[in-house]
């Protein structure tokens, strides 16, 4: 490297807060080894159970077992997915994130008490709420459950799976710390790199990035009321040049998996001069002059114009009623939120087989080591 030159990473932490969508420990401290300070810490099923096949954290999964007899899969997963956090956690300046369970992605009160559940697993660990936050999907039972937490727990959310305005006013309402719209809808991770849609401009070329700026439009305009928006922590990133399309779409933060991580780490370029636009936590800048036309667009409705909406609607009065109604009448969100669902459903359950195989093993083990040696 030269004087003139950084890694990509460090260009886009000058205009955006960057967190670490992984529990990988050694990349997050490579991080701030290039001055670039982790935010906060995000997962889901997918990353949790991809740690777990990690050999170091088998055996740190087979002492959680033998420390936790009786307990079922699910208790075990909390449980280990709590601790790889904490294994994490010095390392970023923030929060550790887990995901609700996405069976309850329809059910207020499986969520909620699935958050208590974590919440009593971080104070085992001494990790006070003022370290975690819940994410939980942008559904209307998700968004009921998060208001809960917040309003009567005291307990940080974070409202994913986000695709719309109506789902990021409905989040605003429940009282979440954040969002994390998906650029990318879930599938497009699992289509082969070679047959990923990339863009050269995504901020003009993505279909998603006008709603981007429509979610940061509309909690500007929230935010001149008086009210409480939440922070846009931006996800789902299948290409580096996205991550640097964030600030120009509003996002203040995002949330980057580790394969495009890596590759901003080890990509040089020119570092960046001047004064760089840096979206409003308080929503008090407006977007930059050339996002503006993308306010009047949405390549994601049959029409291409963009979504209407009204401050005032409650979206969570009857049980999320508006909300429910909203995505319904948008079948991209109606779809893409359905997908990100099913997937974790089948990521939880990858976790499950390893959870369950670590306890197979465990017990035969200990069943070894009971039977007596015959003289």
């Known amino acids: 490297m030269t004087a003139s030159t950084v890694p990509i990473i460090v260009n886009a932490a000058s205009q955006l807060e960057i967190d670490v969508d992984t529990l990988d420990v050694p990349l997050t401290q490579q991080l701030a080894s290039l001055g670039v300070q982790p935010n906060d810490m995000t997962s889901n099923q997918f990353i949790v159970a991809d740690a777990l096949a990690v050999p170091a954290n088998q055996v740190l999964l087979e002492d959680v077992i033998r420390a936790s007899p009786g307990a079922d899969w699910l208790t075990i997963l909390d449980r280990i997915s709590v601790k790889l956090c904490a294994l994490n956690l010095p390392n970023i300046a923030g929060r550790a994130l887990l995901q609700a369970s996405p069976s309850c992605a329809h059910d207020a009160e499986g969520i909620v008490k699935h958050a208590l559940k974590y919440d009593a697993e971080f ?121 640097l399309a964030m600030p120009a779409l509003g996002a203040q933060q995002t949330t980057i998996l580790a394969p495009t991580l890596t590759e901003m780490i080890s990509t040089p370029t020119l570092a960046q001069e001047g004064k760089l636009y840096r979206p409003s936590k308080t929503y008090s800048l407006p977007l930059p002059e050339a996002t503006l036309p993308l306010l009047k667009i949405d390549p994601l409705r049959a029409d291409g114009l963009p979504q209407k909406f009204a401050l005032d609607v409650d979206y969570l009065k009857n049980g999320a009623e508006e909300l429910g109604k909203a995505i319904k009448q948008d079948p991209e969100t109606e779809r893409r939120i359905g997908d990100a669902v099913e997937v974790f459903v089948k990521a939880e359950l990858q976790a499950k087989a390893l959870i369950d195989a670590a306890i197979a093993k465990v017990a035969a083990v200990q069943s070894v080591q009971a039977t007596p040696v015959a003289a």
């Open 123 to 243: 104070a085992a660990q001494g990790i006070g709420k003022d370290r975690y936050c819940i994410k939980i999907l942008t559904t209307p039972a998700g968004m009921i459950a998060a208001k809960t937490l917040e309003s009567q727990h005291g307990i940080r959310t974070l409202g994913t799976g986000l695709f719309s305005v109506p789902q990021a006013l409905a989040a605003a309402q429940a009282g979440c710390l954040y969002i994390s719209p998906y650029y990318n809808e879930i599938l497009a991770h699992f289509t082969p790199p070679e047959e990923r849609l990339v863009y050269s401009d995504p901020v003009t070329q993505h279909p998603m990035s006008p709603r981007m700026a429509h979610i940061y439009q509309a909690y500007r305009d929230l935010s001149s009321t008086g009210k409480p928006a939440p922070v846009i922590k931006a996800a789902s990133f299948i290409a580096l040049n996205e991550v």
